[in-house]
């Protein structure tokens, strides 16, 4: 199951792919905030879910030097994240003006 934590952790690690597709596990770890284990794990499961492809340097002779790249799937869920995200905001934005609405009225009452 897949909890909104997990969405948000995922739409970041997405978001930060589609910029640098060519950044080191250790760079997205340390940009995101997250163990190399954490980072590893979640790029595994969106690996698994088909949102992104892994892909390492061929002739590259250091073979831990990887290429993420989002697949349209992933581009898809990248983008229905961010439109949730957007949505959740405006929702929170919508609900902190009716309270200062009602706190603005007591004030004056």
């Known amino acids: ?3 909104s934590k997990n969405n ?3 739409f970041q690690i997405l978001q930060k792919i589609s910029k640098k597709p060519q950044s080191s596990q250790r760079q997205l ?3 995101l905030g997250f163990s190399l284990g954490k980072l590893n794990y979640c790029l ?3 690996q698994k879910k088909g949102l992104i492809k892994i892909q390492n340097f061929k002739k590259n002779k250091n073979k831990m030097n990887y290429f993420y790249i989002l697949t349209p799937r992933g581009v898809s869920k990248k983008t229905k994240l961010t439109l949730d995200y957007i949505k959740k905001t405006i929702k929170e934005y919508d609900q902190l003006k009716i309270e200062y609405e009602k706190l603005k ?3 004056k009452n």
Do not use: F, V
Request: without cysteine; positive net charge; hydrophobic residues 25%.
């Open 1 to 3: 199951m897949i909890n």
């Open 8 to 10: 948000k952790d995922y």
């Open 29 to 31: 770890s340390q940009e």
């Open 44 to 46: 595994k499961r969106l």
């Open 105 to 107: 009225n007591m004030k």
